[in-house]
């Protein structure tokens, strides 16, 4: 099992904290934008008398509330093809529980969630990678770097769109191709889609859903933790149509009982929030994306691609080892009282030495704080002994 590359610095961090400097988080998507308010009520005032277990399924009124929602994005969908899970991490998981056998294969384009590599294992799954470039923005693999690593063990593709941890947004172009592979070899289409109200392009976002011919195949998994800012209350779900692999997901459902039911209510809730409240989160990852990436490429030896979606970019630091650097900059360094804490790239990938130079760095703070992050990040790459230099 893999070490969160997210989470697995947080000692470094909480001891950067308890010597009095402030550390900058731009390692999570934890969003600081507010929970929709209908939601917070919605949790202040639940009359019940006593806190059952739901139906392993999940409520039928906030699948049926989904579905409504899926809708507006096109994605025909009804409130039988929605399983609620215990967040989107569990949809993963069950998703592969449910589709794969120990020793089946999954085929990724790197860098990746790194948590889809945690899934897999524990299901004793097989992930095999496609390894896409920071130099051309993150864009899609060829089809024949797919083929190439296609055998009698695959089962299926996995893509997340947009892009967790680059940010990337998949093409039409791009997702007929991901279509075509997936008609010509028989393959389950594992699509995470938790990012889609974030999109920052004038082109029309392509779910898993809206590719024809491949209906039955398509696995979608979502959640409710990044567009409302509820990631505490882990909500997910998973939809297909496909009717026996529900099942087989049901077996699993019925195995943890339940999922949460005071977050079940507050993520019903939520889907009633504002056009106003949609608008304004949206705006400010807008304002704070290209705040953040502008910063970051002024930096010297800094590169960042544009981000086109979700609300992280992965930029390339003139360092030779960046998890060292991530490391030292919560042990040894601070500005002004002040640190910076990113997650190091290398862990997203699977590949051997990919991504060493490269961090993810996640716009979850106000521009005030991304502002006073980025001179931290600036001098502390002056100050490391080990910067390369041009």
Known sequence: MPASPIRKLVPLA?????????????????????TPPEGLEALRHIDRKV??????????????????YYHSYDINVTAD???????????VLFAFMACLDPGDEIIIP??????????????????????????????????????????????G???????NPTGYLYTRDEMNRIRDLVKKHDLFLFSDEVYREFTYTGAPYISAFHLEGIENQVVLIDSVSKRYSECGIR????????????KNVMKFCQARLSPPLLGQIVAEASIGASREYLRATYDE???????????LNKIPGVYSPIPMGAFYTVA???????????????????????????????????????????????????????????????????????????
């Open 51 to 68: 806190l059952e277990y739901s139906p392993s399924e999940g409520l039928l009124s906030l699948r049926t509330r989904l579905a409504e």
């Open 157 to 163: 593709l996995l893509i997340c769109n947009p892009n």
């Open 285 to 295: 990852y807008v304002a704070r994306r290209n705040f953040l990436v502008d910063g």
């Open 14 to 34: 909480n001891a950067a904290k308890a010597r009095g400097t402030t550390v900058y988080h731009l390692n999570i998507g934890q969003p600081d934008l507010p």
């Open 316 to 390: 390339r630091l003139p360092v030779p080892d960046a998890e060292e650097f991530c490391k030292w900059c919560l042990s040894d360094f601070e500005y002004e009282g002040a640190t910076v804490f990113m997650a190091p790239a290398a862990g997203f990938y699977t590949t051997p030495g990919a991504g060493k130079d490269e961090v993810r760095v996640a716009y979850v703070l106000c521009r005030e704080d991304l502002a006073k992050a980025l001179t931290v990040l600036q001098k502390a790459l002056e100050a490391y002994p080990d910067r390369i230099r041009e």
């Open 110 to 155: 790197e860098p990746a969630y790194a948590n889809y590599m945690a899934f897999a294992i524990s299901a004793g799954a097989v992930i095999r990678t496609v390894q896409s470039s920071i130099d051309d923005g993150f864009a899609l693999p060829s089809v024949e770097e797919f083929e190439k690593l296609i055998t009698p063990r695959t089962k």
């Open 235 to 246: 909500i997910g779900a998973i939809i297909t149509r496909h009717a026996e692999l529900k």
């Open 81 to 91: 093809d929605i399983i609620v899970t215990t967040g989107g991490s569990e949809a």
